[in-house]
């Protein structure tokens, strides 16, 4: 090889001279681009980066928990375990081009299960959260997440668990998997028990992870939620549910509902539905209507024991007194329609208030409304029998218990509405044409057996919040004349009258203790008009104490199968253990 | 003239002579200026490696300071490299072709033969056991530009670089070759680039008519377009280079991340140690996608600098290829200048947007041993060549530039036993 011919060397300068100016050029064009990404369209690339960068997310507060009564002490009855969901987002998963083998083997060594499950969840299409498990310990999330697969992820979750079992479970309610309350106390004091999440915002790295070196990172601490003490007594509840069990399989019934209230403060001391759930299986429930709490959320006509609110009334209107006595004439024709009582009654002749409420007279009921218009059944009366159904015994609306799903139950308008409205309110004297809850007509009861006060039923005895402030619950007063003083005292020999006279085994010895009740059978309306002609709801209020009246106590059996009638056959029996139940523990306290 | 005592004359330079003995002539300063801004490139890589670092560890699980210790392992293995070229004379190197040739050959044979893995996705590595490996092509380049140059050289010797037989054929076949096994089998599109462009430029410099070139340009376009339509991932590829935002969760990801990497560095950066885009989100962030670590932690200032720093790089061998001593020397440096520059675009051009996105290192920048290592042994063979650039044939040259500007002219007389030939002609 020679020296270069000059010739083809200064056309080689010339040639390397065009082809770096291409490259100048071309570096100048990377240059004119740059300047329009970096500095022309920064903003637009800063929030893109933002939307990718920045974490916002929630953390969760830990839930309040939920404690009751047992005898003079407090023990927990809901408490929460922090456990994890660790979950994959497939899509990432596959970005970040992560090996899902890999992944699951590890998931299966760390959490057991089968790696293959494993593997599917991660490769699960059309979602962007794949659940590899739930209630995962700490240790075994803190294992996994170690790893740092790109695209597996864990949150923290509290799970409620339950050291009192399924007690009470149906008035608690559950949190179900999203970490809402639903029904009972979880539902409707949700917020409370939630407290404050926290929030935590920050420039992270794939992973979540919060940069050091971002500057505008904002951390809020979250702030737990309330601690609730209930007003039940867990030894109460206990009693209640067992023999609630017991009762309704012995009545071959559907369903049952009883509640133990104090009647001078509204105070709920024992309340439950049979059949009825775990809360810790909640998810394995079948039938969502074991769900509710069926005391307050199922209404129904109630029956005969109305005539204890129908007397009360007439007995505060002044239009009859306890001892007055009337012509029943066991029937009444009423818009057409016959009122009739049952054949055991005797047939027509004279009654007493009394006899009235033992034998259960409808017409005597009827009779009773009739007085509140002046004789008649008329305006007037379902006026004041109205008033006193709305306004004094609060029927028709919730109570307010701390409850999710309490229903209102129903009463009629009393205006004329040209379709025998005074047959329906005959009716509704003995219980028909209108519904309301167990604990509707446990509170309007207490009502008039304390002396007239009304007293907003409630669960939540007291409220500990976060930093450890004890509120207690004053009962709170909802209505203040619900009838004279002096029908309480009235209407609680009348209430004993019945119970001396319905042959309960063993007797109650009403020299030391005062036990009143009322029994009920309640028609059932049927879909599209009319009533079941072979199916009843057996109902039941009645109370228990020593110098005053200590507990009011409420039991609905819903389609009892018994001989005789379902109130006396099915529900009486349930009062009577009950009663007796707190009597002998020591509930009630004698008279002196 | 006689003897005199104690004075040894040299022979005198002849054409001739320096033929037969393949010199270039007289050796002087080599181009220090080259080495300088070289350094100062793989320290800027070795700065951005090490602030993102802890980052790049803690995704893959590593410690500290692993990143860090292994670049600095690649560029004492470059070092070794550079050493080895810029002092093996070119023209051994010249002679030495068919055997490097063939290695490179065998070895990406070998890169084909080896299966697939996770951790190497593609036929490209030869893996020498442990985590020693190494990318075939790398080495394949570096045996292409010294064949190449020795190929070119002859023809214009011969005066056959128009001949369509004896220079174009071989070359079309030779780019055919390559086409196959990098672009399709090792499916290195990038790499294939920097090869063919290097052959393009070469074989332009060497004095090939623009018409052949124009033809050469429209045959590899022709390739291109085929080359994207018979793969389905090449297909994707590209309609994510059309469309990079459509789908920033799958096939776009990666361009979607570097640009907001590169645009959330602002004018002045958000600063070193501060890359968000390190922490996961941008893939290959140490290597490929440096440029975009690079661009968001020093905004478009930096960005400018840097891109300025290569173009004094790519100047300094333009300059060296303009005075190169003959048409072999000059070849190499074209040759290498096209490596450094096409590799260097491609991998820009990939963070910002205006070119497909390719599996290609930033050269000196970009963690990663076997691309730093060839490069500096390709840096070695300029700065040989450095020694022996000589002011003749710009002289000769009718736009001849400034000759102040020309830094080699005042060192050639400190030189012992500098000798010109055509310094008297002057």
């Known amino acids: 090889m020679g020296f270069p011919e000059h010739g083809t060397a200064i056309s080689a300068v010339k040639r390397v001279r065009i082809w770096y100016a291409l490259l100048v050029f071309v570096i100048g064009i990377f240059g004119v681009r740059l300047f329009y ?38 023990v927990p009855v809901v408490l929460n375990q922090r456990l994890y969901t660790v979950f994959a987002d497939p899509v990432d998963i596959k970005t970040y081009k992560t090996d899902p083998s890999k992944v699951a083997a590890a998931a299966a060594q760390v959490l057991g299960g089968s790696a293959s499950d494993y593997e599917k969840d991660l490769k699960l299409a059309g979602t962007r959260y794949s659940v590899l498990a739930k209630k995962v310990s700490q240790q075994q999330r803190d294992t996994l997440m170690g790893y740092r697969f790109a695209g597996l992820y864990s949150e923290e979750q509290d799970y409620r668990t339950y050291p009192q079992s399924a007690l009470a479970s149906q008035l608690l309610g559950f949190v179900n998997d999203d970490g809402v309350g639903e029904y009972g106390v979880e539902q409707d004091l949700d917020t409370q028990l939630k407290g404050t999440p926290g929030e935590l915002k920050a420039i992270t790295d794939l992973n979540g992870v919060p940069l050091a070196a971002s500057k505008n990172n904002i951390q809020k601490a979250p702030i737990a939620g309330n601690n609730l003490v209930l007003t039940l007594d867990l030894g109460m509840q206990q009693q209640l549910e067992t023999m609630l069990a017991q009762g309704t399989k012995d009545d071959k019934a559907e369903s049952a509902s009883a509640l133990i209230m104090d009647p001078n403060t509204g105070a709920i001391k024992a309340m439950a539905n049979y059949p009825t759930y775990d809360p ?20 129904i006509e109630v029956g005969s024991i109305m005539k204890t609110l129908t007397t009360s009334a007439a007995l505060d209107q002044g239009v009859i007194t306890p001892s007055t006595t009337f012509y029943d004439p066991a029937h009444w024709l009423v818009d057409g ?47 004041i029998w109205n008033d006193y159904m709305v306004n004094h015994f609060q029927l028709g609306k919730q109570t307010g218990i701390e409850q999710g799903y309490e229903a209102t139950g129903y009463v009629p308008s009393p205006r004329d509405n040209g379709a025998g409205i005074d047959l329906t309110y005959a009716n509704t004297a003995f219980g028909q044409a209108m519904t309301a809850t167990p604990l509707q007509m446990g509170a309007a009861l207490s009502s008039v057996l304390n002396g007239g006060t009304y007293y907003q039923p409630y669960l939540v005895d007291q409220t500990i919040s976060a930093d450890g402030k004890t509120t207690d619950t004053k009962p709170k007063v909802v209505e203040s004349h619900t009838v004279a003083p002096k029908v309480g005292q009235e209407m609680i020999p009348l209430m004993q009258y019945v119970v001396d006279h319905h042959n309960i085994i063993p007797a109650f010895d009403q020299s030391k203790y005062i036990v009143g009740g009322k029994t009920g059978t309640a028609q059932i309306a049927k879909p599209g008009g009319g009533y079941y002609d072979d199916e009843f709801n057996g109902t039941y209020v009645g109370f228990v104490g020593g110098s005053k009246v200590q507990y009011v106590i409420v039991v609905f059996v819903i389609k009892p199968h018994v001989a005789g009638y379902a109130g006396a056959g099915a529900a009486q029996p349930i009062f009577a253990n009950l009663a007796h139940m707190l009597i002998n523990n020591s509930y009630v306290t004698p008279k002196p | 003239m006689g003897l005199q005592p104690g004075v040894r004359r040299r ?80 023209a051994q190197w010249r002679r030495a072709y068919k055997p490097l040739l063939a290695l490179a050959i065998a070895m990406t044979l070998v890169a084909i033969a080896m299966p697939v893995n996770r951790d190497y996705p593609a036929h490209r590595w030869v893996r020498l056991g442990g985590s020693l490996s190494f990318q075939s092509v790398e080495l394949l380049k570096f045996a292409l530009l010294i064949w190449l140059a020795g190929f070119l050289a002859e023809r214009i010797k011969n005066g056959e670089i128009s001949n369509v037989r004896r220079t174009l054929k071989p070359l079309l076949i030779a780019m055919a070759i390559i086409g196959l096994g990098i672009a399709k089998v090792q499916s290195d599109l990038g790499s294939t680039g920097v090869i063919v462009l290097m052959m393009v430029t070469m074989t332009f410099v060497a004095g090939m008519p623009f018409k052949r070139i124009m033809m050469i340009g429209g045959i590899i376009a022709l390739g291109l377009i085929l080359a994207i339509a018979s793969s389905g991932y090449r297909r994707e590829r590209f309609s994510t280079y059309l469309h990079p935002e459509a789908d920033c969760k799958n096939s776009g990801y990666q361009e979607c991340q570097a640009l907001i990497a590169v645009g959330t560095g602002g004018m002045i950066g958000l600063g070193l140690g501060r890359s968000v885009q390190a922490n996961g989100y941008l893939p290959e962030a140490a290597n490929d996608s440096i440029f975009a670590i690079y ?84 840096v070695g063979l300029v700065f040989q060549i450095s020694r022996y650039t000589s002011y003749s044939t710009l002289s000769n040259n009718r736009d001849t530039e400034d000759r102040s500007s020309y830094d080699n002219s005042r060192d050639r007389r400190r030189v012992r036993g500098a000798y010109h030939p055509h310094t008297g002609s002057r």
Request: with cysteine.
């Open chain 2, 295 to 378: 661009a968001e932690v020093f905004g478009f200032v930096g960005v400018v600098v840097l891109l300025g720093i290569f173009t004094a790089l790519f100047g300094r061998l333009k300059r060296i290829a303009e005075r190169a001593p003959d048409d072999f020397s000059r070849l190499i440096v074209i040759g290498v200048l096209t490596w450094l520059s096409v590799q260097t675009l491609i991998n820009i051009g990939a963070m910002i947007g205006l070119l497909p996105l390719k599996g290609i290192t930033l050269p000196f920048i970009s963690y990663g041993g076997t691309s730093v290592v060839f490069v500096a042994a390709a």
């Open chain 2, 11 to 90: 022979p005198a330079y002849t054409p001739e002579a320096a033929s037969r003995s393949n010199e270039l002539g007289r050796r002087h300063k080599p181009d220090y200026w080259l080495i300088a801004i070289c350094v100062v490139l793989l320290a800027v890589g070795l700065v951005i490696v090490y602030a993102i670092s802890p980052a790049l560890s803690a995704s893959a699980g590593v410690s500290n300071t692993y990143y860090v210790v292994k670049q600095l392992i690649a560029i004492s293995l470059s070092l070794v490299a550079f050493a080895i070229t810029s002092q093996v004379p070119v």
């Open chain 1, 337 to 383: 329609f016959n009122i009739t009582d049952i054949e055991e009654d005797g047939g027509p002749g004279t009654q007493s208030i009394a006899s009235l409420l033992n034998l259960s007279l409808n017409t005597g009921a009827t009779w009773e409304l009739m007085q509140m218009g002046g004789g008649q059944l008329n305006a007037k009366g379902r006026g």
């Open chain 1, 37 to 74: 990404i970096q500095i022309i369209r920064y903003d637009h690339y800063k929030q893109a980066a933002l939307a990718d960068q920045l974490k916002q997310e929630q953390i969760p507060a830990t839930r309040g928990i939920i404690e009751a009564h047992e005898g003079d002490s407090v």
């Open chain 1, 280 to 299: 810790s299986q909640y998810q394995n429930v079948s039938d969502p209507s074991v769900f509710e709490n069926a005391a307050v959320s199922s209404p």
